[in-house]
């Protein structure tokens, strides 16, 4: 069943991990005082964390499992210090997978940065992969910090 969470800004909180099991997740919804839409979703004592998705419109299917938040989607994931911003975001929960088109940008603590046209997070992989828009290119910044603990082949 498809359904819509709101005109407007909408919010929507979930537990970012993998479902493996088909009645696991529970998505409610509900209004506060404000009118704003608010719509929860938890898979239990999930170690993944928590994440606030914040856009213009989302709708939630709890037969597939599927999450799509269209129109200024904003993503805060604190316990990986990161946000995200995208035109769509869509959480494939069964699947472990989040999937961000237009204009992504994905910033993280530390000055980690990354813009593309498309990011695809493998959430059990712990794994991104990006795609740009036709005709140009992914940017990615990095910080690399020393460790002075680190040993590699070029440590004497």
């Not at 509900?30 to 979703?41: P, Y």
């Not at 995200?84 to 699947?95: C, H, K, V």
């Amino acid at each position: 069943m498809l359904r819509p969470l709101g005109m407007g800004m909408a919010a929507l909180l979930i537990t970012l991990m993998p479902l493996h099991d088909a009645h696991a997740e529970q998505v409610s919804q509900s209004s506060d005082r404000s009118g704003e839409t608010t719509a929860s979703a938890s898979t239990g004592d999930a170690p993944g964390g928590l994440i606030t998705i914040e856009s213009d419109s989302q709708s939630a299917d709890n037969l597939t499992g599927v999450v799509t938040a269209a129109g200024n989607v904003r993503i805060v994931y604190p316990s990986r210090g990161m946000v995200a911003t995208a035109r769509q975001a869509q959480y494939f929960s069964r699947e472990g997978r989040l999937v961000l088109s237009g204009d992504v940008d994905v910033t993280q603590d530390g000055g980690n940065a990354l813009r593309a046209e498309r990011v695809v997070y493998l959430l059990e992989e712990e794994r991104a992969e990006a795609e740009p828009t036709p005709g140009q290119q992914v940017f990615t910044q990095m910080v690399i910090r020393s460790d002075s603990t680190l040993q590699t082949p070029l440590t004497p």
